[in-house]
């Protein structure tokens, strides 16, 4: 069966619209020229560290702008994202490891715990380690799993749900379709980007080309400033 091929879209946007926006944490404000390059060095450096030995690379983070940065180089090295939320207890993340498989997961230096040891990795040491040349993917195939996301739905024991870049290209068309979309709209993340509803507002920041103004959490004083 032939793929279904898509753009890889922060390849897309670094091109059309290399100035513009594309996050802003309220620190530091990334052009989508600026967010490839990034995005190209870490994907050199999860090469040099040998995560990207495997298909799948599971990655522990807040709504942070390296968290944020990190989920768009596995994407862009051609491996799926599993999503761990940070919330969880050490049982639980480790059953939904050992289902999913990764090659490594990836935390957030503040979300680190004394009992992760072999198979996880800190932001900062990844950080550390020399950059490979290493080039993106020029495409998506809508039927490669983007992402994997954990939830147990309404019985048993959480169940990994795996969702395509069609499913995510498919759910931009209809938000825009529902919504509508104009170049100058921005979008507010203040929802977990390990959850759907954060993950996806990342995702339609890159194919619409929009600026995404991600907030650690919804706070009514601060979201009022933005």
Sequence with gaps: ???????????????????????DDGKTQLTFAKLKQEVIKLSGQLKTADVLNGQRVAIMTSNSLSGYLL?????????????????????EIERQLKDSNPSMCLVEDKLWRDSFQKGFMKFSSLMRVPAANYQLVSEFHDEDVASIMYTSGTTGRPKGVMQTFGNHFASAVSSSLNLGLSAEDEWLCAVPIFHISGFSIMMRGLIYGMTIRLVSHFQPDNIDQI
């Design 71 to 91: 989920a768009l180089a596995i994407l862009g090295s051609n491996r799926s994202i599993v999503w761990i939320n940070w919330r969880l207890s050490d049982e």
């Design 1 to 23: 069966k032939r793929l279904k091929q898509l753009d890889n879209w922060i390849l897309k946007q670094a091109y059309l619209v290399p100035n513009r926006i594309a996050v």
